[in-house]
């Protein structure tokens, strides 16, 4: 095991019927909330009436921003920020998906900045304070609710930025299961695919070969949602498959499964944000599309890290790592294709995609993390090509 | 899964050499400390000299308070909340094992408090401040390094009572796994055992049986603390097995493994906790004698879960639950045997256990945590009884 530091505050409130504690939990925390929401949903579920009226007999004035997008927008982020402002909002919350997490976050850091957020998002300015942020997460999937990640697409530039800063870790999340009971198969599907790719960026990875208590945790996340999916696939609305699998997006992403492996990187998410960025494909859909593909290129190089995990989740039998890898990066693609999610840019609705184009985005953003060690464009490319026909 | 609420916002500062890191996170809470130390090992190792040359390195005035003893006592412990009064001090440094931590929590807790801290400790007062709690663990064990958890022993009465409150949970702990090294073997077997204990009397109690997450992550602490056993009876100074079980003994105790998991109990703390008290056998030894029978015991009335938790851990393949959970308990002290952890009293220095006496005290236990359904003085006396020969 390596170093670490690890440090997680965000207080999580669970359970059916939670949501009626938001306005206490508000109440420590601000006067004044700007209520950040996506689309409609959470008006015909019933969530944004329990969550206002829970704010307003603690006496929290809410302040409405509504219209949060799938990869949430750079320009829309800006108007929130404004309005932030401009209403003397003390406190943002977040009621809905991964996007209106993320962009209540970066809302809550541009609130505090005298200059433009971009100027953030791009690395040319620093993060000093921040509003406080609480959510209500009406998803299983990206674990914003317990850290302090957030990505923003730039619709200018289609440029999409993943950044992560402990001032915008929510204070607390208020995560009731039943919320999530509704969503759609086809989002669920590739949240599971999210969910899984958040929990074995680390350990598929890391250097070190000798951390059990972490290889253990990932290794049940993934297979709690493989076998929640297996539930839901044939009842989305089991509550507790759903209940097991909001848990178990969070764990995935709060910090604990890689605190000890040592240094990681996430090559699925860093191929994966241009496809987003480039054709508004949505999250998981790109991870389904590019995991695969990466496992194949990556077992020719360091195999033994997957072929582990294929082993732990797939039962895969092969003694040498590299044949063990590339079964197991089959495996997962006999998941993806149990769940309907896409293996290739044409599944995903991208019949000609601009593998120059993404390539070159994948290595500015695999730079800007400090995980271009290993990669360059050509590298980057001839994954991106494998994920044209699914397999070899 | 069952509703819950997890909070746990203790800073871990995990890795070797980070104890030079303990100057700068004192200086984030206080300006004068007082320095809770046991015997005289963490002086002889070095560890004391490191620790308090970080403090004055970051201006920290330090005040030192060593002597704490196994299984603390009330007695010593108020000289500690004394001396902090009369001191000035405004932050508490915790630098040894569990007991260590333990009676410097309780002296944060009794240094605000204008009453005596025995009233807290039974129950009629109440706590509302403490001062800031670091914590520097030599041992991995008790996992006090990242919970508000703290026993004491009352020397008079020979009563021990165990407390938790948010208000001692460690600000930061700092966690070098280099001090865990030399610790005799026969002390790190016993430690071996209560960690075990902290992850199992959850799972082992509880009544959901659809808790994946949390059965996965209990059982990977345990099997991890089971390997690296198994190499440190070989080679006690192994430095990867001593750091895998410093991280598994915090992860056992730190509140993740029980969130979600519904109502449980603590019955081998409650069992053992007498036993410590009157005889002042140390903590591990008391659950080695009591575990396997207690599971005996539960055996007969609800054995789901001990069946579960033996064909997770040891590969118990009987199908009826009541003779897998026999096989568990067996199969729980072969692993204790293999340890040379004492299965019986008189295996620990114990020859005439007052049974009555224990039974009379676990039962008012039982009764002030409110996990007395199902128990009376005769049956915890019928358990104790087993614990005489160590199997039926």
């Given at each position: 095991m390596q170093s670490f530091v690890y440090h997680n505050p965000t207080k999580i409130i669970f359970g059916l019927g939670v949501l009626g504690q938001t306005g206490a939990e508000a109440a420590a925390h601000g006067k004044r909330a700007l209520l950040v929401t996506g689309g409609g949903s959470i008006r015909r579920s019933g969530v944004y009436d329990t969550v206002r009226a829970s704010l307003e007999a603690a006496g929290i004035e809410v302040v409405d921003f509504g219209g949060v997008e799938p990869n949430p927008k750079l320009s829309h982020l800006r108007q929130g920020i404004e309005l932030a402002k401009t209403s003397g909002a003390d406190l943002v919350i977040a009621a809905g998906g991964g996007s209106v997490m993320d962009e209540a976050k970066a809302i809550a850091a541009g609130a505090c900045m005298d200059t433009d957020i971009n100027d953030y998002l791009t690395g040319g300015a620093l993060l000093s304070c921040a509003l406080p942020v609480i959510t209500v997460p009406?998803?299983?999937?990206?674990?914003?609710?317990?850290?302090?990640v957030f990505v923003i697409t730039n619709d200018e530039t289609h440029v999409k930025n993943g950044m992560a800063h402990d001032l915008v870790r929510p204070k607390t999340s208020i995560m009731d299961p039943a919320t999530t009971a509704t969503i759609p198969l086809e989002y669920t599907i590739l949240a599971a695919v999210d969910i899984v790719s958040h929990a074995t960026e680390g350990t598929l990875t890391q250097a070190d070969n000798d951390t059990p208590l972490q290889d253990g945790l990932t290794d049940t996340v993934v297979r709690t949602v493989m076998d929640c999916m297996h539930v839901l696939m044939a009842t989305p609305t089991d509550l507790p498959a759903r209940t097991n699998m909001m848990w178990a997006s969070t764990l995935a992403w709060n910090g604990l499964c890689p605190a000890g492996i040592g240094t990681w990187a996430k090559p699925c998410h860093m191929l994966g944000h241009p496809i987003s960025a480039m054709y508004d494909t949505l999250h998981g859909a790109t991870l389904s599309i590019v995991t695969p593909a990466w496992m194949e290129h990556q077992a020719e190089i360091e195999p033994t890290r997957i072929a582990r995990w294929g082993r732990s989740l797939f039962g895969v039998s092969e003694q040498d790592d590299r044949s063990a890898a590339l079964v197991t990066a089959s495996a997962l693609r006999g998941w993806y294709r149990k769940l309907g999610a896409p293996l290739t840019f044409a599944e995903a609705g991208?019949?000609?995609?601009?593998l120059d184009g993404l390539a070159e985005r994948s290595m500015s953003i695999a730079r800007s993390k400090g995980?271009?060690?290993?990669?360059n464009t050509a590298g980057i490319r001839s994954v991106l090509e494998r994920s044209l026909q699914g397999s070899k």
């Open positions: 009406t998803v299983a999937a990206t674990g914003s609710e317990m850290n302090g991208i019949e000609k995609p601009d995980e271009d060690s290993g990669w």
